[in-house]
C-alpha cells in the first residue's frame, strides 16, 4: 500500500483486513482472524500475518505501507525594508526573520541570494531568497528585497575669502585655491556653479565662486568664496623735458605745444593737469610750471611736472622819439615786452 501523509501529519491513517480460511471449522480447531487499523509512520511499514488452526499447522502473508509525505513545507518572508543608511555608512545593519514549517520535522532553511540577518546592507537594493526544503525533497521559496536609502547630506568646504595683490604690469592676479568634499558613499560628483577655476587669472576686483558637491544619491551640499584682487599698482607718468623757447614774433608769448604719456597695469586711468597751462596754450614771457596727476580706477596716483620758459629774444622796434633812439645808443637794447613796460 502506497498513500500519502494525512494533512498536517507526519503519518497517515490506513486501514487493511488479512483474510484466512481453514478446512476445519472453528470449533475444532482454533483460527485466527486479524483486521487492524492503525496510524503508519512516513516511510515503509512491513507488516506480517501468521495463522494457526488447531493442530498446529500455520500460513504467513505479508504486505507493506508505504506514507509519502507530499506535503510542501510553508515559509513566511518579512515584508521588504526599506531603511536609510546607518550615520556616516553607505550601509545599515538590517535583522530580519524568516519562518518556516513543515509537517515533519528535519526540515532545512537555506539563503539562496542577499545576506544574512543582522549583515551590513549596502546602499541601494539587495533582494534576498530562502528556500525550505524537508526530508522528503518537499520544497518552498519565499523573497523579500532590503532597500537602504542614502539620505545623508555631504559635506563640503570651500577656502575662506582669499585678497590679493594684482600680479606686476597685470590687471589680474593668479590665484590657486582648493575645495574639500566628503560622503559617507563613494562616487560624489564636485560641480563649480560660479566663478574660475583654481589656477585662473582672476581679473582686478571681486569674484564670486561657487560649488556644489553630488553623490549618486542625488544629495547636495554647497559652499562659495570670494577673490578680490587689489590693483595696487602705481601707474606711470611722463613728463616732457623742461621747456625753453623764444617768444613769438611781435608776441609776449609764444604757442608751446607738449606731450604728457601715461600707463598704468588697468585700463581707465585718467589724466588731470593740476598746474600750468594745456598744451597747444599761449604761454606768457617767463617760467611757467605745469604739473599733471594720472589716477587710475584704484585710486593709485602718480603725478610729473616741468616748466615751460618763454624767453622774450625780440629787439625793440625803431618808431621812437629821436631823443629817445640817441638814448638807447649808449644802453644796451631791451625787448618789446619791456619797452612796453615803460611806456606805460
Request: charged share 10%; glycine share 8%.
Given at each position: 500500500?502506497?498513500?500519502?501523509?494525512?494533512?498536517?501529519?507526519?503519518?497517515?491513517?490506513?486501514?487493511?483486513?488479512?483474510?484466512?480460511?481453514?478446512?476445519?471449522?472453528?470449533?475444532?480447531?482454533?483460527?485466527?482472524?486479524?483486521?487492524?487499523?492503525?496510524?503508519?509512520?512516513?516511510?515503509?511499514?512491513?507488516?506480517?500475518?501468521?495463522?494457526?488452526?488447531?493442530?498446529?499447522?500455520?500460513?504467513?502473508?505479508?504486505?507493506?505501507?508505504?506514507?509519502?509525505?507530499?506535503?510542501?513545507?510553508?515559509?513566511?518572508?518579512?515584508?521588504?525594508?526599506?531603511?536609510?543608511n546607518d550615520p556616516g555608512q553607505c550601509a545599515a545593519i538590517v535583522t530580519y526573520s524568516v519562518s518556516f514549517n513543515d509537517n515533519c520535522a528535519g526540515a532545512n532553511l537555506a539563503q539562496t541570494a542577499g545576506l544574512a540577518s543582522g549583515s551590513s546592507f549596502p546602499s541601494g537594493t539587495a533582494s534576498n531568497s530562502f528556500t525550505v526544503t524537508d526530508?522528503?525533497?518537499?520544497?518552498?521559496?519565499?523573497?523579500?528585497?532590503?532597500?537602504?536609502?542614502?539620505?545623508?547630506?555631504?559635506?563640503?568646504?570651500?577656502?575662506?575669502?582669499?585678497?590679493?595683490?594684482?600680479?606686476?604690469?597685470?590687471?589680474?592676479?593668479?590665484?590657486?585655491?582648493?575645495?574639500?568634499?566628503?560622503?559617507?558613499?563613494?562616487?560624489?560628483?564636485?560641480?563649480?556653479?560660479?566663478?574660475?577655476?583654481?589656477?585662473?587669472?582672476?581679473?582686478?576686483?571681486?569674484?564670486?565662486?561657487?560649488?556644489?558637491?553630488?553623490?549618486?544619491?542625488?544629495?547636495?551640499?554647497?559652499?562659495?568664496?570670494?577673490?578680490?584682487?587689489?590693483?595696487?599698482?602705481?601707474?606711470?607718468?611722463?613728463?616732457?623735458?623742461?621747456?625753453?623757447?623764444?617768444?613769438?614774433?611781435?608776441?609776449?608769448?609764444?604757442?608751446?605745444?607738449?606731450?604728457?604719456?601715461?600707463?598704468?597695469?588697468?585700463?581707465?586711468?585718467?589724466?588731470?593737469?593740476?598746474?600750468?597751462?594745456?598744451?597747444?596754450?599761449?604761454?606768457?614771457?617767463?617760467?611757467?610750471?605745469?604739473?599733471?596727476?594720472?589716477?587710475?580706477?584704484?585710486?593709485?596716483?602718480?603725478?610729473?611736472?616741468?616748466?615751460?620758459?618763454?624767453?622774450?629774444?625780440?629787439?625793440?622796434?625803431?618808431?621812437?622819439?629821436?631823443?629817445?633812439?640817441?638814448?638807447?645808443?649808449?644802453?644796451?637794447?631791451?625787448?618789446?615786452?619791456?619797452?612796453?613796460?615803460?611806456?606805460?
Amino acid at each position: 500500500m502506497v498513500v500519502s501523509n494525512d494533512p498536517g501529519q507526519c503519518a497517515a491513517i490506513v486501514t487493511y483486513s488479512v483474510s484466512f480460511n481453514d478446512n476445519c471449522a472453528a470449533r475444532t480447531w482454533r483460527k485466527r482472524l486479524v483486521w487492524r487499523a492503525d496510524r503508519a509512520s512516513l516511510g515503509t511499514t512491513s507488516n506480517s500475518f501468521t495463522v494457526t488452526d488447531g493442530s498446529g499447522n500455520t500460513a504467513t502473508c505479508s504486505f507493506t505501507v508505504t506514507v509519502n509525505d507530499t506535503e510542501v513545507p510553508t515559509i513566511t518572508c518579512p515584508a521588504n525594508v526599506v531603511v536609510s543608511n546607518d550615520p556616516g555608512q553607505c550601509a545599515a545593519i538590517v535583522t530580519y526573520s524568516v519562518s518556516f514549517n513543515d509537517n515533519c520535522a528535519g526540515a532545512n532553511l537555506a539563503q539562496t541570494a542577499g545576506l544574512a540577518s543582522g549583515s551590513s546592507f549596502p546602499s541601494g537594493t539587495a533582494s534576498n531568497s530562502f528556500t525550505v526544503t524537508d526530508g522528503s525533497g518537499n520544497t518552498a521559496t519565499c523573497s523579500f528585497t532590503v532597500t537602504v536609502n542614502d539620505t545623508e547630506i555631504p559635506t563640503i568646504t570651500c577656502p575662506a575669502n582669499v585678497v590679493v595683490s594684482n600680479d606686476p604690469g597685470q590687471c589680474a592676479a593668479i590665484v590657486s585655491y582648493s575645495v574639500s568634499f566628503n560622503d559617507n558613499c563613494a562616487g560624489a560628483n564636485l560641480a563649480q556653479t560660479a566663478g574660475l577655476a583654481s589656477g585662473s587669472s582672476f581679473p582686478s576686483g571681486t569674484t564670486s565662486n561657487s560649488f556644489t558637491v553630488t553623490d549618486g544619491a542625488g544629495n547636495t551640499a554647497t559652499c562659495s568664496f570670494t577673490v578680490t584682487v587689489n590693483d595696487t599698482e602705481i601707474p606711470t607718468i611722463t613728463c616732457p623735458a623742461n621747456v625753453v623757447v623764444s617768444n613769438d614774433p611781435g608776441q609776449c608769448a609764444a604757442i608751446v605745444t607738449y606731450s604728457v604719456s601715461f600707463n598704468d597695469n588697468c585700463a581707465g586711468a585718467n589724466l588731470a593737469q593740476t598746474a600750468g597751462l594745456a598744451s597747444g596754450s599761449s604761454f606768457p614771457s617767463g617760467t611757467t610750471s605745469n604739473s599733471f596727476t594720472v589716477t587710475d580706477g584704484s585710486g593709485n596716483t602718480a603725478t610729473c611736472s616741468f616748466t615751460v620758459t618763454v624767453n622774450d629774444t625780440e629787439v625793440t622796434n625803431h618808431h621812437l622819439p629821436r631823443q629817445r633812439r640817441r638814448q638807447q645808443r649808449s644802453r644796451p637794447m631791451r625787448s618789446d615786452c619791456h619797452l612796453f613796460g615803460q611806456l606805460q
